[in-house]
């Protein structure tokens, strides 16, 4: 996505090789009109899908996330990292642990908001390691709904995320994807097959 792209080449921050920073627009402060062409185009991958809920993970998932239920007029579920008081019974529940920020959470959402009826999209903001999206998989799969596939905003391909995922046999849909960020630079996949053909 061309509009991301820029923004990212605009407003990112490379803060070592493996960390890009987009606390202005995604992870802190949030620009709404880039999130509803996010939406949009999520809605656009996915319009055949049948898809009747949208599920992320508190918190930035949430932004990319509402914009995209909004566009294919679905509701959203966040997966919580804490607990709360008033989600107590009849969770699903999975464990998760972030390699870039060495954490591990206990994620739950009430069975109430995901059925065997549903077909769910999983969205998320950066692809990593792929573990906060195979967890939201495996809450899904644990309340037999289908996951039709999994919508990232900005992957970073040089980490195993996006091929782990695929291997399990889900369509990934990233709208950047990143092949790296050596030198303080980001660099896109699409751009380096640009420099080949050069
Ligand atoms: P994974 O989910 O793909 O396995 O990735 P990993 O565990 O390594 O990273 C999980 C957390 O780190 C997520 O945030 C994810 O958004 C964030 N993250 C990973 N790589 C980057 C990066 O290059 N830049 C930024 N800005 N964030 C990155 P989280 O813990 O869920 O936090 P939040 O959603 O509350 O912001």
């Not at 080449?9 to 620009?31: A, P």
């Not at 993970?57 to 990292?81: C, D, Q, W, Y």
């Not at 998760?96 to 549903?118: A, G, M, R, W």
């Amino acid at each position: 996505m061309k509009l991301l792209e820029e923004r990212i080449n605009t407003d990112g921050n490379v803060l070592n090789e493996n960390v890009l920073k987009v606390d202005s627009f995604l992870n802190h402060q949030i620009d709404p009109q880039l999130m509803n062409e996010i939406g949009k185009e999520f809605s656009r991958l996915f319009q055949k899908d049948s898809i009747t809920k949208i599920v992320t993970i508190e918190s930035s998932g949430i932004a990319p996330a509402v914009m995209t239920g909004l566009h294919m007029n679905v509701p959203v579920v966040f997966a919580r990292k804490r607990k709360s008081a008033t989600l107590i019974d009849d969770l699903l529940t999975a464990k998760v642990h972030s390699f870039t920020k060495n954490e591990t959470h206990d994620l739950s959402i009430s069975k109430q908001y995901i059925t065997e009826n549903d077909r769910v999209l999983i969205i998320d903001d950066f692809l990593a390691n792929g573990q906060a999206s195979l967890a939201l998989v495996k809450m899904a799969e644990q309340a037999n709904a289908v996951v039709t596939g999994i919508g990232i905003v900005i992957e970073k391909s040089f980490q195993p995320g996006a091929d782990l995922l695929k291997q399990e046999g889900y369509r990934v849909e990233s709208l950047a994807r990143i092949s790296s960020l050596s030198n303080g630079e980001v660099k896109f996949l699409n751009q380096e097959a640009e420099e080949l053909i050069k």
